[in-house]
Nanobody
C-alpha cells in the first residue's frame, strides 16, 4: 500500500483544515487507519485512529472534540478534519495503515505516508 498525505498548510489559530490520505496499491477497507503527528524536537505521537470497519474510532485527549477521522472506501481515502486549531497542533502529520489490530502505537502500523506540514499561527 502506498499512502499519500495532503492538505497541510498555514492556518490561523481557531481555523480549520482537512487532511487527506489517498491510498494506492490496495484497498483501504481492510486496514485499520491512523493519524500521527511529529512536532520539531518531539517524538511522533498518536492523534486519531479508526478500525477497518469504521465502527470504532479513538482520539488523543489533546484533540478530542476538535478533530474527526473518517474514511471514504469508494475513494480509497482517509481524512482528518481539524477544527479549532491551536499553535500546539503545529506538526508534520502522517497517515498510517495497519492490518493486525487497532492501536495508538506507531509500531502497530505497516504503511506510512510521507507527511504533510500543518502550521498554526497564533
Amino acid at each position: 500500500v502506498q499512502l499519500q498525505a495532503s492538505g497541510g498548510g498555514l492556518v490561523q489559530a481557531g481555523g480549520s483544515l482537512r487532511l487527506s490520505c489517498a491510498a494506492s496499491g490496495r484497498t483501504l477497507s481492510t486496514f485499520n487507519m491512523g493519524w500521527f503527528r511529529q512536532a520539531p524536537g518531539k517524538e511522533r505521537e498518536f492523534v486519531a485512529a479508526m478500525d477497518w470497519s469504521g465502527g470504532n474510532t479513538y482520539y488523543a485527549d489533546s484533540v478530542k472534540g476538535r478533530f474527526t477521522i473518517s474514511r471514504d472506501n469508494a475513494k480509497n481515502t482517509m481524512y482528518l478534519d481539524m477544527n479549532s486549531l491551536k499553535s500546539m497542533d503545529t506538526a508534520v502529520y502522517y497517515c498510517a495503515a495497519g492490518s493486525i489490530f487497532l492501536t495508538v502505537v506507531p509500531g502497530g502500523y505497516d504503511y506510512w505516508g510521507q507527511g504533510t506540514l500543518v502550521t498554526v499561527s497564533s
